[in-house]
């Protein structure tokens, strides 16, 4: 029996390689550090009150850890020194000139996953070149470095893979002379040549967020500090949040006040810590540290949660874009609110929420109209008639009154106001005739006027 099982674990690794990789990973790892130290393949997740903190990259997202989330270093190659730098044999019999690029190169290693960069070797000859033979200086433990041509003419390519096997055991390497983690200084050297190309090393076996320290931090109740994600508690205060008082009895640690109701009323106490109901219904529930929160107890706007245009967040709205107010109600598009010429609310209100709000005396649904102004049809007759007709009041005014006035007279039959016209029919000053004519405000002028011919009573 224990043969099959042995069997059926390797077919497992064999067939089934990231199940394999994600089991490496140590879910139970207590410190950002020990997680990426247990395997190649593993990362950390900084987000406060992640259930799941170590596992694979794709693991960790799948548990709920947005990418953004995610600590999960590979290293990285940095080119320091890119030029043309001649190199000399040390045999001056067989001298010749040759150059490499780069020169010098940074590396980050994580342990258990390889950086590669290639290296250029020119040699300033028209003879066939040999092989090119290379080596190092004394590398540092742990760490291995290969070399594989790629192209053997000239110039020649070389590509170059360094790996580190795991980072050093503090307590077994404590008594070596070099840096645990680097940097190291190491030279590639090309046999029979006096220069090469320098290398900085250093292993990634510190995780950057331990250094982004937040003290008193909100997402451990003010009562610990925030690294990687994790809560370090000040004394007395234990827990993911540092809920838990271990100076006071279990329950006291559940009350979000001196004469509060434990968790609110919303949920029980279990280890110090509210575990709060499910309601009825499976959309709508309850969160935070005493369960203090809720997804559905929010302003609502006819009758719907948030107007329907937002989220339900601990008992405020967070409106979607283009809504806004309290219960995302009113909505900041304001087409309805621009007239045919391009103004917002006749220039006579504001537009609040979609809808105009009128100056007094002003109404409709843009402002347009004012029952206690003088009519407009009455406000530009004079100068309809003189630029028209050459009669009225203002004919010998008309140019210097009417300049702001853009008049067009028809010969055919009058027709309907279009929108955003309004239909005018006056007498003229100087006989019994009368005659029609439209308004309508256009941008950047202050109005057109369409005139038909004057309509005359038939003589007797």
């Not at 879910?27 to 247990?38: G, I, P, T, V, Y």
Request: charged share 20%.
């Amino acid at each position: 029996m224990d043969v099959k099982l042995l069997g059926l674990s390797l077919l497992l690794v064999l067939f089934c390689p990231g199940w394999a990789k994600e089991k490496m990973c140590l879910k139970s790892a207590s410190s950002c550090e020990q997680c990426l130290q247990s395997g190649p393949e593993c990362a950390w997740c900084i987000a406060p009150q992640s259930n799941i903190r170590c596992h694979t990259s794709d693991g960790l997202q799948r548990a709920g850890c947005q990418k953004n989330n995610i600590y999960n270093p590979q290293g990285r190659v940095d080119v320091v020194r890119n030029e043309i730098r001649l190199l000399s044999r040390t045999e001056p019999a067989n001298a010749v000139a040759w150059y490499v690029q780069p020169q010098e190169l940074s590396l980050r290693l994580r342990p258990g996953v390889s950086q590669i960069f290639f290296l250029t070797i020119t040699m300033l000859t028209d003879q066939p070149i040999s092989e090119v033979n290379l080596g190092t200086s004394s590398v540092p433990k742990g760490v291995t470095i290969t070399f594989r041509s790629v192209v053997s003419k000239n110039p020649v390519v070389m590509e170059v893979n360094v790996e580190a096997d795991q980072c050093p055991n503090e307590i077994e390497d404590s008594n070596q002379s070099q840096n645990l983690t680097g940097p190291w200084s190491v030279q590639i050297t090309l046999r029979g040549f006096t220069l090469g190309v320098k290398l900085e090393i250093t292993l990634e076996c510190q995780c950057e967020c331990t250094s982004n320290r937040e003290e008193n931090s909100p997402s451990c109740g003010g009562r610990g500090s925030l690294v990687c994600g994790q809560c370090e508690c000040n004394e007395p205060y234990t827990g993911l949040q540092c809920q838990t008082n271990s100076s006071l009895p279990d329950d006291d640690s559940c009350h979000p006040g001196p004469n509060a109701t434990v968790c609110s009323g919303r949920g029980k106490c279990v280890d110090s810590f509210c575990e709060c109901d499910k309601p009825v219904n499976p959309a709508q529930r309850y969160s935070g540290q005493f369960c203090e929160c809720s997804n559905f107890d929010c302003p609502k706007h006819n009758g719907r949660l948030c107007g329907n245009h937002g989220r339900c967040i601990c008992g405020s709205c967070i409106c979607n874009d283009g809504w806004t107010g309290e219960d995302c109600g009113c909505t900041m598009n304001a087409s309805r609110c621009v007239t045919t010429d391009n103004r917002v609310c006749n220039d006579k209100g504001l537009c609040e929420c979609g809808v105009c709000r009128c100056s007094p005396q002003y109404a409709g649904p843009t402002c347009e109209t004012c029952s206690m102004c003088p009519s407009r049809c009455l406000q530009h007759v004079d100068c309809v008639e003189c630029l028209a007709f050459r009669t009225g009041a203002k004919k010998d005014r008309c140019d210097q009154d009417c300049g702001y006035l853009t008049v067009t007279v028809m010969e055919t039959e009058r027709s309907s106001p279009q929108p955003g016209e309004i239909l005018c029919k006056r007498q003229s000053h100087e006989d019994s005739c009368a005659f029609y004519y439209t308004l309508q405000r256009v941008p950047f002028r202050e109005e057109r006027a369409v005139v038909w011919a004057k309509e005359c009573p038939s003589a007797l």
